[in-house]
């Protein structure tokens, strides 16, 4: 049981976090704070938070919780914002897509009490953004990355452990770099390749037309393009090297594709398309995420 989370970023995934503590009855009183005060205000009329704080700093003020639910570009903010009222008791975690730049601007601005902070990635979320969608059934049954560092205090980390464990999670570990290597290639790639399908078509004279002919095929590879635009923009600039290695790696499997196509191979086609179907056939999200 917690007696107060510091809740900073009222949103989706903050006020999702908040709601499922509440409801599995481990934390006392939410204190909230969101850059925009009308947010704020919202998730308390909500009652996904108690009470409303005026700073990032003076939520964390008797915080024995915390979470950083913001853009990945606002982190080193946040942190330097609070800092002062870190202490080495505090559990610190946030929810950012990618971990490499989190631990860096981390280690510049909480120095020292660095250890307190476990860094944390949920694999959920949904299409739409804000306090209004928040869900406590968010994470249940879903998998969360922790990436600690040599620095982090052990007893943090098993605290962050059974936290989420305790809302239904599945919990791993792994390296800050081996964290955006992969999400890099499973989810910040398909969501590049989404945006750029959708601007191809709707650049189009006929796009209109033919987005109206599309079915549930092309709705399911399209989902994720109706995502945040700023989220995505942070994490891709965020993760730039790691995603760019991977959209190089497409790019020559689509050109290899391609190139039998243009040269009508079709049995060296069907052979590429057998592997690639075979393998998302022996694939399963329930066995390999959560």
């Known amino acids: 049981m917690f007696e107060q989370l ?3 970023g009222c949103g989706l995934m903050g006020g999702s976090f908040a709601l499922a503590l509440k409801r599995a009855g481990l ?3 939410v204190v909230g704070y969101s850059k925009s005060p009308s947010t704020t205000e919202r998730a308390r009329a909500l009652g996904v938070i108690d009470i409303e704080a005026p700073s990032a700093l003076l939520a964390v003020s008797g915080a024995d919780i915390v979470l950083i639910a913001v853009p990945v570009s606002a982190t080193e903010a946040t942190f330097k914002a609070i800092k002062h009222l870190v202490t080495p008791q505090m ?6 897509s ?6 860096d601007a981390a280690r510049r601005a909480l120095r020292e009490q660095i250890g307190s902070f476990v860094p944390a990635h949920p694999i959920s979320g949904k299409e739409v953004s804000g306090v209004e969608h928040a869900d406590p059934d968010l994470y249940s049954g879903k998998q969360i990355i922790l990436t600690p560092i040599d620095r982090t205090h052990a007893p943090q980390i098993q ?9 239904g999670c599945n919990v791993l570990k792994m390296t800050p770099e081996s964290h955006d290597a992969a999400f890099a290639a499973v989810s910040h790639l398909p969501h590049l390749i989404a945006f750029a399908l959708m ?7 006929q796009g209109k037309d033919f987005l109206s002919l ?20 942070d994490i891709m600039i965020s993760n730039r090297e790691e995603l760019l290695t991977q959209s190089k790696l497409f790019q020559r499997n689509l050109q290899a594709l391609e190139h039998m196509i243009s040269s009508g191979n079709g049995e060296a086609l069907e052979e590429l398309i057998g592997q690639a179907s075979q393998a998302r056939a022996g694939w399963s999200m329930n066995k390999n995420r959560r």
């Open 6 to 8: 510091g809740l900073i």
């Open 27 to 29: 934390v006392k009183r």
């Open 91 to 96: 559990l610190i975690m946030d929810v950012g």
């Open 98 to 103: 990618t971990k490499r730049d989190v631990v």
């Open 159 to 167: 605290r962050a452990i059974d936290v989420w464990s305790a809302l």
């Open 199 to 205: 601007h191809s078509i709707t650049g189009q004279n």
């Open 214 to 233: 599309a079915g549930p095929g092309f709705r399911d590879f399209t989902r994720i393009a109706a995502s945040d635009p700023h989220v995505w923009r």
